[in-house]
């Protein structure tokens, strides 16, 4: 048997400093990642799961910026694979990989460009076993709005501290101090990390997912120059 020659060199890392300020010096606190969303690099921004019924609830997860697009940063979001009926119990498709982002007791945001956000409740099913390419969630409630891939729709779990559709149903509650894997797939089983919550001065240019309203919801940020402040 005969291989074809072949060299992957891969893909640039780029070793970043994240602190400007003394580390030690900030306020952190130790906290459980939930499982499936795979690398998670420093300086993300953090959401917290706040699914009432989930033994995910308190759990971080990558925080859902209020402005997004197909070709930005993913963060929390699942996007869909198809337009998901208005009629019955809510039932979107994802990749079978983005499924496990989710458990049964979430609940599930569905939100894209210019459609009004929706909480479309519990889930309550999870099939990975009909198809194999994609995973179908389904939750209590119907949809209303019209919901396309081509506008980028996606699912996310709620992580509303102030338990409101503000923000797209996710707000920023901190910052991640290090790289971390989740893993992806059946077998993910989330990380333990550690969340900057206050007294920092941070590089914007290490921040992922940062945006204004991050800011106001983590609370007194200023910016200046290529630093981020955080009292």
């Known amino acids: 048997m005969y291989d074809t020659p072949n060299v992957v060199h891969g893909t640039q890392v780029n070793y970043k400093r994240l602190f400007y300020s003394e580390p030690l010096a900030c306020l952190r606190v130790p906290i459980s990642i939930q499982a499936g969303y795979g690398i998670i690099e420093m300086g993300t921004v953090l959401s917290k799961n706040t ?20 070709d930005c940063w993913k963060g929390g979001r699942a996007y869909i694979l198809a337009t998901p009926s208005t009629s019955g119990a809510a039932k979107v498709y994802v990749t079978q990989d983005d499924s496990y982002r989710f458990k049964i007791g979430d609940d599930l945001i569905l939100n894209c460009t210019g459609v009004t956000v929706e909480n479309l409740g519990i889930i309550t099913v999870i099939d990975r076993t009909t198809n194999r390419h994609m995973a179908s969630i389904t939750a209590t409630e119907t949809v209303s709005g019209t919901f396309t891939v081509a506008l980028s729709a996606y699912v996310c779990v709620e992580a509303s501290v102030a338990n409101a559709a503000s923000n797209n149903w996710s707000d920023a509650v901190g910052i991640l101090d290090k790289d971390v894997d989740t893993g992806t797939g059946a077998n993910a089983p989330g990380a333990d990390a550690t969340i900057i919550m206050s007294n920092a001065t941070l590089y914007i240019g290490t921040l992922e997912g940062i945006d204004d309203a991050a800011q106001t919801a983590i609370g007194t940020c200023t910016e200046i120059g290529q630093f981020l402040m955080i009292k």
């Open 51 to 70: 699914s009432t019924s989930s033994t995910n609830k308190g759990k971080m997860l990558p925080y859902c910026p209020t402005t997004f697009t197909g």
